[in-house]
């Protein structure tokens, strides 16, 4: 059986990202280097404020990453809460690669990117993160901010002519957080789940509500029985919302894929969408909602 290789991911920068991760994929690397490669386009794009060394900060002022990485077969690394790694989703990578762990956190996390002689850099605010964060800080009111500028959280999932199934996500997390937090994308089954006998799915939004139902998981476990991927990402918004501590303040999007190539997303507020590559083109488009 033949496969339609595809690569979906999340909000406008899934684009680019999706631009390069399609590039590998055709050029003859595996679909786990162009999940790897792809998202790292994000992770060094400058302009945003939500994945990589140059992302918002923690409420001390100091940027700290979560990413995570993983194989259709089980296979999958991650880390949390790093500092000074300018790719934390190859950092995943290696924790899945070279190591007996799937999961690294702080200082050791980043000792180990040391180790491995990763690219690090300077402990230092981005202008445009640093400028906010000094705005942020006069009041330091402490309020999740969702969907700035229509850039968030990268997640990416995709599908190889074989049937081989991949994801990544990558992240600096929610703006202004408690020193220490991690979100969900770092946690394999909330922000990212892969099956290949399924399918994949991720998430992008609040972190604290994708973690209380196990989202990504769940997508996944939805579409096993049975549910279409739109279907299935549906069920879990409704689940997260009523679940939800803080409805009025929450968004989450949630993008899923099937082994048959069928994807789904949808999101608890307009705003949400996504990348998609394939062999007949590509398109940016956008998730419904739960709120109209
Ligand atoms: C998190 N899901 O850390 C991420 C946040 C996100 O920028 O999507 N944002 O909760």
């Not at 299935?232 to 993008?255: P, W």
């Not at 069928?262 to 394939?278: E, L, T, W």
Request: net charge negative; with cysteine; hydrophobic share 40%.
């Amino acid at each position: 059986q033949r496969f339609t290789p595809q690569i979906l991911s999340t909000w406008n920068h899934g684009m680019p990202a999706n631009d390069k991760a399609w590039e590998v994929l055709n050029g003859g690397g595996t679909l786990l280097d162009a999940v790897e490669q792809g998202v790292m386009v994000t992770e060094n794009d400058l302009s945003n404020l939500s994945v990589g060394l140059q992302g918002l900060p923690d409420r001390e002022g100091i940027v700290t990453l979560d990413a995570s990485i993983m194989k259709g077969d089980g296979s999958c690394g991650s880390v949390a809460f790093v500092r000074q790694v300018k790719h934390p989703i190859s950092l995943a990578r290696k924790v899945m690669e070279k190591t007996p762990h799937v999961m690294l956190v702080g200082e050791g996390a980043r000792l180990f990117a040391a180790a491995e002689g990763m690219p690090m850099e300077e402990e230092k605010l981005s202008p445009k993160a640093r400028e906010a964060y000094l705005r942020w800080k006069k009041n330091s009111k402490y309020q999740p901010i969702i969907n700035i500028e229509n850039h968030d959280t990268i997640g990416m999932v995709g599908i190889d002519e074989n049937g081989a199934m991949a994801g990544s996500c990558t992240t600096s997390g929610l703006a202004y957080k408690m020193h220490g937090r991690v979100g969900d994308s770092p946690i394999i089954g909330a922000g990212l789940f892969v099956d290949e006998e399924v399918g994949a799915a991720t998430a992008t939004g609040l972190g604290e509500e994708v973690i209380r139902i196990c989202g990504a998981f769940l997508i996944v476990e939805l579409m096993r029985q049975g549910r279409t991927p739109q279907e299935a990402c549906e069920e879990a918004v409704k689940r997260a919302v009523a679940k939800s501590k803080d409805l009025d303040n929450t968004q989450i999007g949630f993008l899923a894929l099937n082994k048959e190539g069928d994807f789904g997303a949808y999101a608890i507020r307009p705003g949400f969408n996504f990348a998609q590559h394939h062999r007949q083109g590509k398109a940016l488009i956008d998730s419904q909602s739960w709120f109209k």
